[in-house]
Each structure stands twice: as C-alpha cells, then as structure tokens.
C-alpha cells in the first residue's frame, strides 16, 4: 500500500512536468514521455493485480492454516444432519435412573468384598435387599423400545458412514493410513490396535489399509481371515516405514510430542505408530464421543465411549466366508434364544504369570452368575434355568465350572482353551478360529463376567453394544479393572454435590471438582491420579462420569 502511494505521488509531480516540457521539447522527446507515461500506467496496474494475488495468497495461506478444523468441522456437520434425525431426551429420570443403579452395585460389590462387614446374616439380608432393589430398577427402564430405536438407527448409520468412508470409487483420488499389526502382542490387543487406526482414518478421511506382513495367526495374514477395511489399494511405490516402537502400559496415556505432520496433512500416505508409543496425540481419541452424536448417546446409552468404539470394532472384524461359517455352527449350539445366558471369560496362563493381572479362583465369577440369575428371577417373577457360554486359556477352568456347579448348563470348547494354553500353539489359524468364535460369542451373551484388564474381555463388551438392541453398557461385571482403552484420555468425573471425608482415605469434594480416576478398587473405594488419592463408596452418589465431545 505504501508502495502505491509512492507511484501516485510521482505521477501527480511527473505528469505536469510532461505536460510543461512538452510544449518547448522536440517531437522525438515528446514521444519519449508518453512512452513513460504508459509505462507508469501499465506499472500502477500491475501493482494493483499484486495487491490482488497477495490479498488471495493471505486467504489461501488461512485456509492452509485451519485445514484440519475445518474439514473436522464440515464432517462433524454432516455427520450431525444424519445423527441428530434420531435424536432422544430421556432427561434428568434417565440420569436419576443410571445413578441409582450403579449405586446400588457398589454398595453390593463393597459390602460383598469388605471383610469389615462382621455379621454373615446382616450382609446376607443387606445384598438380598440390594438384590430385589436392584431388579426394580431394571423395571424403571419405561422407554425401552424407543431406546432401542435410536440406538440401532445410531448404529446403522455409523456402520454405513464407516462403509462409505473406507470404499471409495475411485481410489486414484483417495489418501492413505498405512497401520501395521504389532507383534509383540496377542489378538485381543491387534484387533484394539487396528480400531484405533480406523478411528484416525475415519476422523482424517483417509482410506484405512493394514501391512500385507506375516501374521502368527494366519498365514496369509490379516486379509487371511478378515475381509480387509477398505477396497483401496495401496500405491506399489508407497514405502512403508520400518521403524519398531516400544511398548508400554497401556493404561497410562503416552506423553503428548508435538509433530509437524498429522493425518490431516497433505500427503498421500501416513503410516500411523501403536497407540502407546504415537506421538500423534488427538483430542479426539477414546473415551472421547463425537460432538454430532454426543447428546443423543449421553441420553441413551450408559456407557457412551465403549458403545462407540464397538461400532469400529465391529467394522474391523468381518471375517471371510469360511471363519464366518464356523463361527455360525459354534453359536447354533448355544441356546441364546432361550432366556439369559452368562459369558465368563477367565484369563490365566501369561496374564498371571507376567503379574499383568491378580488371580481369580473360578468362585469369584460363579458368584456374580448367581446374582444376576437372582436379579433376572426377581424381575421375570419366575425361576430360570443356569446357563453360561466360558471361553478360557486354560483348559481346566471349563473342567471346574462343570463339575463343580451341577446346577448350570456350561457352554465352551474345551479345545479352544486347550488352542489358547501353550505359548507355541497360540499363534496358530486354529488357535485364531478360537479366539474370534469366544469373543463373538460372549459378546452374544445376555451379561458378561470377566476381568477388564484382558484385551479379549473389553473387546468382547465393546461387541456387547452392537450385538445387542438398546443399553448394554452395564451388562458387565469386571473382577478387576474399570474399562479401558489403552492410551487413552482418563476417566474424569464431576462433584455435583460437596462431599465430607467419612474415612481417613477419602479426599474431600467441591461442588465442579473435576476427578481423574485410575481404576476402580472394587472395595468401596476409586483409585484417583494427581492429587487425589481416593472416593470412597460414600462419595460415589456425589460424583458424576463427564466425557470429552469432540
């Protein structure tokens, strides 16, 4: 701009000048001065065609700048427009509903593990109280065919989204998320690891594909047994990188490095690292929920984060025609359509030998079998039969259950734990024909009793949500960690109410208090991180889960 006020200034003096020496000047210099003339004009022009390009550079260069909010922003919205169509407010009863239940849970899980409770007959008359109020609560559910409704819309549409993201027309035109399957860890963990990459690509649209590497459990890898995520093709000239991440606990968030190139960048291929080891940190990941869909699921659903990383799950494991035939002939030889039925998934050999998880005699699961037959019984009004589906890497868990609980129909294949026990035959197609048929086949299971600590265990939940019409985020009972995934943000919870230390290992409450908690102790007491140090039982209907929308 200061440049063109110079050129003005210049030309208001020349021109006069022109005009005066012109009439006392030969026609040769004459024509010298109209020349510059025009060549002033033609400079002016020119200059206002740069201030034009520089202005469009200025907006080109924003543009760049807010490339990935704004296409986050665009998807969001249309994602919204699909969403919001199946919209539900179920209100403070809904809220009241889920509070009351999962309060009552915890004083029956405390009072069933906290030995300070003397009296066997007052604990005994307490939990059959907390029992019959707890199958009253299932019956305050009054909307559960509308529930259901938007939930499987919800699903239909996410599925469909995910399908219409990963296979494109024209693959020429698409950008690609290169992931590759680790190694160093079991299929449980694969599969999560796998859900994490189709999370990123469908937030960055970007066309999901998995390295064609060697794979312990198939020989022709992953596209062995599963159909693959995407139609796409990888380029041939696609280089993909080499470099090995190293693992870490996986329920421990990996620290946030800042990186120049993101999924949202330019180029045609990203190859995404582990959850664990990225330096690619988004807001966006577990246990965060998309903003379109967010008030809907908070209304519906009691655990919003796991019935949405389900739907990508789901996505990942298609299975081939022929593992798909054999999972179908196993299910048809479990009577699930014939009242509730029980999955119990007890994890041993490298789980307990590698001190990643505590030991848990078979009584602790059959226990919490029993009491949500009771539960079932009080709110059916009539008895029912025993039944559960057990999947195990040891063979002899199956051997106990059926010996020592006469009363129950025990459904498993004794084969497929016997597939799972040995470190040399673990990573085997027959092995794998095990593994997906028990993980599909507890997530068909009316509730699921496990310890969350175990890859299999959450993705079998995290099946749960698709599988089954309606809420079935309470419809499982972890023996030892609260739900997971790994690398993920942390559990926070709100104060909506203050709250008083009842026990030297409370901490004390404000009502916004904003808590992360590790895990649940199952004791009574919340495992808090920071500067919290615990929430006792008697603080728990003070405190509220929040989750991220993004």
């Known amino acids: 701009m200061n440049a063109l006020k110079l050129i003005l200034l210049v030309a208001v003096i020349w021109l006069p000048t022109v005009f005066f020496f012109s009439k006392s000047t030969p026609p040769e210099v004459q024509e010298n001065y109209v020349e510059m003339e025009d060549q002033v004009f033609e400079l002016q022009k020119s200059l206002r ?22 296409a986050r922003e665009v998807t969001l919205k249309k994602r919204k427009g699909m969403w919001s169509k199946h919209s539900y407010n179920a209100g403070e009863y809904e809220r009241g509903r889920r509070k009351l239940e999962r309060g009552l849970w915890e004083i029956l899980i405390s009072l069933s593990l906290n030995d300070s409770v003397r009296s066997t007959n007052y604990r005994e008359h307490t939990e059959n109280k907390l029992v019959s109020l707890l199958a009253t609560s299932s019956k305050l559910d009054l909307i559960t065919d509308r529930k259901k409704s938007s939930l499987r819309s ?30 160093s860890c079991g299929f449980g963990c694969q599969v999560h690891h796998l859900t994490y990459c189709l999370l990123v690509a469908f937030a960055s649209s970007r066309v999901l594909v998995i390295r064609k590497n060697a794979w312990g459990y198939h020989r022709e890898g992953w596209a062995g047994a599963f159909h693959p995520p995407s139609t796409c093709q990888l380029p041939e000239e696609v280089n993909w990188s080499t470099k090995e991440s190293k693992a870490t606990d996986e329920r421990s968030p990996a620290p946030s490095v800042n990186s120049l190139e993101t999924p949202f960048s330019d180029q045609k291929f990203f190859s995404l690292d582990p959850i664990m080891t990225s330096s690619y940190r988004p807001d966006y990941l577990p246990l965060s ?14 655990n919003p984060p796991v019935f949405f990383i389900g739907q990508f799950a789901r996505f990942i494991l298609n299975p081939k025609p022929s593992l798909q035939k054999f999972v179908d002939i196993s299910a048809s030889q479990v009577p699930f359509n014939s009242g509730p039925i029980v999955g119990v998934h007890v994890r041993r050999t490298d789980k307990i030998d590698w001190k990643e998880a505590k030991y848990h005699p078979v009584s602790e699961y059959m226990r919490w079998c029993e009491i949500y037959f009771q539960i079932q019984e009080r709110r059916l009004k009539h008895p029912l039969r025993r039944k559960v589906y057990v999947a195990s890497d040891d063979p002899s868990v199956i051997r106990e259950i059926r010996e020592k609980y006469p009363n129950y129909d025990v459904f498993g294949d004794v084969a497929f734990a016997e597939s799972a026990q040995n470190h040399s035959g673990r990573y085997s197609e027959r092995s794998l024909r095990g593994l997906v048929t028990d993980v599909f086949l507890l997530s068909k299971c009316d509730y699921l009793v496990c310890g969350l600590s175990s890859h299999l265990c959450r993705l079998a939940y995290e099946l749960m949500q698709v599988v089954h019409d309606g809420d079935a985020g309470d419809r499982v009972r972890s023996l030892d960690e609260m739900y997971y995934f790994g690398g993920q943000h942390p559990h926070e919870y709100v104060a909506i109410e203050e709250h008083t230390p009842q026990y030297s290992k409370e901490i004390s409450l404000e009502i916004g208090d904003v808590i992360e908690f590790k895990t649940n102790l199952w004791n009574g007491y919340f495992e808090g991180g920071g500067e919290v140090e615990n929430c006792g039982i008697s603080c728990f209907g003070e405190i509220f889960e929040i989750f991220s929308m993004k």
């Open 154 to 183: 919800i699903t239909d549409i996410i599925q469909k989204e995910l399908n219409t993201s990963q296979h494109i027309d024209d693959c020429s035109k698409v950008k690609f998320l290169g992931c590759s399957l680790p190694g």
């Open 289 to 302: 929920i998309p903003k379109p869909v967010a008030d809907q699921l908070i209304a519906l659903h009691s």
């Open 49 to 70: 065609m740069l201030q034009e390009m520089n202005r469009d550079l200025k907006y080109k260069l924003k543009e760049l700048v807010l490339e990935e909010e704004t």
